[in-house]
């Protein structure tokens, strides 16, 4: 709280989300949202899991289709995923 000069609350709001950790947090739980925009409801819904460790994502898929044309695009899927998210958020992608 400052006496000399008020700050916004909307304001305090924007530079804590702005914050490297907190930003990465928050987009690591739009993840699942942020995986289905890119690829779509169908290949999304084939989707078993994602799993993110220590900035490397695991997907794991049903579609054998899926998993080979996925790991042939996993630098765009990568770069897609962060763009997206505003922060590097992921490094690696391994597909199962």
Sequence with gaps: MRRTQAVLM???????FKRPYIAAKVAEGRLPQIWREIVGEAAAGMTSSLRLVNHVLYIQ??????????FYQRD??????????????VNIIIIK
């Design 76 to 89: 765009a899927l990568r770069d897609e995923i962060n763009r997206r998210a505003g922060v590097q958020l």
């Design 10 to 16: 909307g304001d305090l709001l924007d530079e804590f």
């Design 61 to 70: 898929l049903q579609s054998s289709v899926l998993r080979t044309e996925f």
